[in-house]
Each structure stands twice: as C-alpha cells, then as structure tokens.
Nanobody
C-alpha cells in the first residue's frame, strides 16, 4: 500500500523559508514521479513542483521557479520541497503525490496534506 506522509508546514512571515518533507513507502518509486501540489481556500488544487525519481529531472510551476527547490533522498525514500522567499500567495495546503505523470491527473496517490500559512 502506497503511503505519503507530509510534514514541515507551519506559519511563517513573508520572505521566510520552510522545508516540507514527504516520506514515501509502498512502491518502487524509481519508475514514478513524486510531486507537490497545493490548494488555497476557494481555489483548485494546482501543481507546484515534481521530480522524476530515477533521473532526478525536476519540474516547477512558473509561480515558484527560483524560489522553491524539490529534491529527493533515495536512502530515506523522502522528497523535500525547500521554499524560500515565501509570499502570502503561497498560503495553502500542500499535498505530496506520486504517479506515472507530472500532471495532476497523472498522480494516483496523495498524502493528507500539510498547511503552510504565510503572513504579510
């Protein structure tokens, strides 16, 4: 059974940083993508970043390029999202996901999410 457990969310001031973690289990992730999506109140869930486990190729939404970095630790089966220069617009529940494709419909497992709140 695939499990994704997010951690690291919290309250931070604008301009600050947070690092989210996603502990993954139950699948051979080398054949899959692991990604982060977010959902703000009243908005649809949107793509943030993703990484192909076997190659390390990364993908980012335009809104976070240059501020967020996704990475993985093979030994710990964990994916990280380092978020710098946070803005109030980054406030959302952040979800870890995995699947064969980078897009939202290509993800077949989701974590429960971790809340990130950025105060102005």
């Amino acid at each position: 059974q695939v499990q994704l457990v997010e951690s690291g969310g919290g309250l931070v001031q604008a301009g600050g940083s947070l690092r989210l973690s996603c502990a993954a289990s139950g699948r051979t992730f080398s054949n899959y993508v692991v990604g982060w999506f977010r959902q703000a109140p009243g908005k649809e869930r949107e793509f943030v970043a993703a990484i192909r486990w076997n190659t390390g190729i990364t993908y980012y939404a335009d809104s976070v390029k240059g501020r967020f970095t996704i990475s993985r630790d093979n030994a710990k089966n964990t994916v990280y999202l380092q978020m710098n220069s946070l803005e109030p617009e980054d406030t959302a529940v952040y979800y870890c996901s995995t699947g064969p494709r980078v897009d939202r419909n290509g993800m077949d497992y989701w974590g429960k999410g971790t809340l990130v709140t950025v105060s102005s």
